[in-house]
């Protein structure tokens, strides 16, 4: 069995499922690798679950094999629930410019993919929360009634969104909507998605709907996954200048 195997066997139980990782993850001084299973990626970011408590701010490497070291930040910590008593969760950020986590494991774009005959491993995409909301327009699949929501965090395979005050909008779970995200003087994007999540606020007398994009075309997606790069890009800059760390260019 691989040293990487060996690693994840614990963390497998615990979770009670197959677990996937990068490569060992090593913080300098410390005699063994750090049990972790990846749940979360975009380009320069990715989430871990493990048993070991990290501080924010510690240098992490990834070795992926002996010439091949990605040098990391955590950068925080995500809240814990549906987890096994003893595991957290963390958010990593690379420190080299040229990381691409998404290439580097082509499998996890599909997000969802056979390890085996019998088992399907799911990693998410990362979601970033929009500070300053973008404008969704929604309406149910083919009818004319248009409703304008505003995101709450936004990710590559979807986004979460608040309805405005009241309960006026009538999407449910798994309704198909016909959508247009409007971005940042560039052209709206426009495909179809599915709610896969609707929670009501009676606090703020509003709706957050969990949006799939489930159909979009090449050039819309191209478009979409520029936008969501972009977003991320200016999380960095924010996560380095909280670190204290010069942001690699």
Same mark, same amino acid.
């Given at each position: 069995m691989s040293s990487v195997a060996e690693n994840l066997l614990s963390i497998d139980q615990a979770l009670?499922?197959?677990?996937?990782?990068l490569g060992l993850m090593i913080i300098q001084g410390w005699e063994k690798p750090i049990e972790y299973a990846l749940y979360e990626i975009c380009h320069h970011n990715i989430g871990v679950i493990t048993s070991v408590v990290l501080e924010i701010?510690?240098?992490?490497? $990834?070795? *992926?094999?002996g010439k091949h070291i990605i040098p990391m930040i955590?950068?925080? /910590?995500?809240?814990?629930?549906? &987890?096994?008593?003893?595991?957290?969760r963390y958010r990593l950020i690379?420190?080299?410019?040229?990381? %691409?986590? @998404?290439?580097? #494991?082509?499998? &996890? /774009?599909?997000?969802?993919?056979? $390890?085996? %005959?019998?088992? &399907?491993?799911?990693? *998410?995409?990362a979601r970033f929360k929009t500070? $300053?909301?973008?404008?969704?327009? /929604?309406?149910?699949?083919?009818?004319? @009634?248009?409703?304008?929501?505003?995101t709450l965090n936004v990710s590559k395979s979807g986004f979460l969104l608040a309805s405005p005050p009241g309960f006026r909008v009538p999407f449910n779970e798994a309704t198909l909507l016909e959508l247009t995200i409007h971005v940042d003087d560039e052209e709206p994007i426009s495909f179809l998605g599915r709610v896969i999540r609707c929670e009501f606020d009676f606090e703020k007398k509003m709706k957050r709907y969990g949006i799939n994009i489930c %159909? #979009?075309? /090449?050039?819309? *997606?191209? *478009?979409?996954?520029?936008? #969501?790069? %972009?977003t991320e890009h200016k999380k960095n800059r924010q996560i380095f200048r909280l670190l204290n760390v010069p942001m690699p260019v």
């Open positions: 009670g499922q197959t677990s996937l990782s701010g510690t240098p992490v490497f $990834i070795e *992926r094999s955590v950068h925080q /910590a995500v809240p814990t629930e549906n &987890l096994p008593g003893g595991y957290n690379s420190v080299d410019p040229e990381t %691409d986590f @998404e290439v580097l #494991i082509p499998e &996890l /774009a599909q997000r969802t993919f056979h $390890i085996n %005959d019998k088992q &399907l491993y799911h990693v *998410r995409f500070e $300053i909301p973008t404008r969704v327009d /929604a309406r149910t699949f083919g009818s004319p @009634e248009l409703y304008s929501l505003k %159909d #979009i075309t /090449a050039e819309a *997606r191209e *478009r979409y996954d520029s936008f #969501i790069e %972009d």
